[in-house]
């Protein structure tokens, strides 16, 4: 299937939470988003012009480890970054330590059931023209970058060092890039990608 014939549509991104109420709030707060309650299960609406909704799903068991995806989210200047890291950590978001070396522009939080995310610095390149959400990032393989950009028609705008970008080619609304990066330890030792370089 080449982009042109691409059929398949990115509608929900869907999130495990053991208290589905209780996160959907959260992330609304992160996100300025509206909050959907309907038969009991809760999503997010976008307000920005966002093409994807986040729909949040109950399990039982509790997080273990790190994620293996994680969500960038915006500011535009620096109190900004500050406003937003105050105001999740007062809705019980916590700071973690994921291997950053502490001069990276963007802060690394864990919401309340502990799923990491960043804050991302202000005026950051990669997220231009996006809203509040900047990237949805996963660990993958560069294969797995190249069967979603067939799959959503999307096309490839970074494959570097084992890391593959895709974003929306439309031009309608905020363009969110989707990242997958190696899980192999040895190849994880490039630079980090640019939405978390200096721009």
């Known amino acids: 299937m080449n982009q042109t014939e691409s059929t398949s549509r990115l509608i929900d991104l869907c999130l495990d939470a053991n208290d589905p109420p209780g996160q959907a709030n959260f ?7 509206k909050l959907d309650e309907s038969d009991g299960e809760y999503a997010l609406a976008a307000t920005d012009g966002t093409r994807i909704g986040i729909l949040f799903e109950e399990i039982a068991e509790p997080k273990m480890g790190q994620n293996n995806i994680h969500l960038d989210v915006t500011t535009t200047s620096m109190e900004d970054q500050n406003d937003l890291v105050e105001l999740l950590t007062g809705l019980g978001a916590r700071h973690v330590d994921v291997g950053q070396h502490g ?9 309340p059931e502990g799923n990491e995310f960043c804050i991302l610095e202000p005026f950051n390149n990669w997220v231009a023209g996006c809203g509040r959400l900047g990237t949805i990032n996963a660990d993958g393989s560069r294969q797995v970058g190249q069967f979603w950009s067939a799959a959503l028609g999307w096309p490839l705008f970074w494959d570097q060092n084992e890391e593959t970008a895709i974003r929306s080619p439309d031009g309608t609304g905020p363009d969110h890039p989707m990242e997958w990066t190696t899980t192999d ?7 980090p990608p640019p939405r978390h370089r200096p721009t």
Not at 103 to 111: I, K, M, R, S, T
Not at 185 to 191: D, K
């Open 27 to 33: 992330w609304a707060a992160a996100l300025g988003w």
């Open 103 to 111: 001069d990276e522009g963007h802060v690394v939080l864990a919401d």
């Open 185 to 191: 330890e040895e190849v994880r030792q490039v630079p």
